[in-house]
């Protein structure tokens, strides 16, 4: 079993950047496709990125493509999403998560075995 710690949140005005950082223990992150999601209050959890185990093809969702950044190092056990030209509507908690048994969706959150905390992304105008 993999455990999930998200960190690199807090609160940036529209236009700023910030680098979400997923670190995993318990099991080699390798073993794992990755996932990002995020939930802003009243809402469901939404597909934002995914990364394969050995990095080599990633996926972003439409709102985020251009401007979001999805990458890993197997070595230090840790997955990114670098967010760029943020946007009042990226406000929301982040979420990492990982794959155990690989279903092909990996755009919905019942794809995934493992979530980490979730941390708080707050953009203001």
């Known amino acids: 079993q993999v455990q999930l710690v998200e960190s690199g949140g807090g609160s940036v005005q529209a236009g700023g950047s910030l680098r979400l950082s997923c670190e995993a223990s318990?099991?080699?992150?390798?073993?794992?496709?990755m996932g990002w999601f995020r939930q802003a209050p009243g809402k469901e959890r939404k597909f934002v990125g995914y990364i394969r185990r050995s990095a080599s093809d990633t996926d972003l969702a439409d709102s985020v493509q251009g401007r979001f950044t999805i990458s890993r190092d197997n070595a230090k056990n840790t997955v990114y999403l670098q967010m760029d030209s943020l946007k009042p509507e990226d406000t929301a908690v982040y979420y990492c998560?990982?794959?155990?048994?690989?279903?092909?969706?990996?755009?919905?959150?019942?794809?995934?075995?493992?979530w980490g905390q979730g941390t708080q992304v707050t953009v203001s105008s």
């Open positions: 318990g099991r080699t992150l390798s073993n794992y496709a």
């Open positions: 998560a990982a794959i155990d048994v690989y279903s092909g969706r990996y755009y919905l959150a019942t794809a995934y075995d493992y």
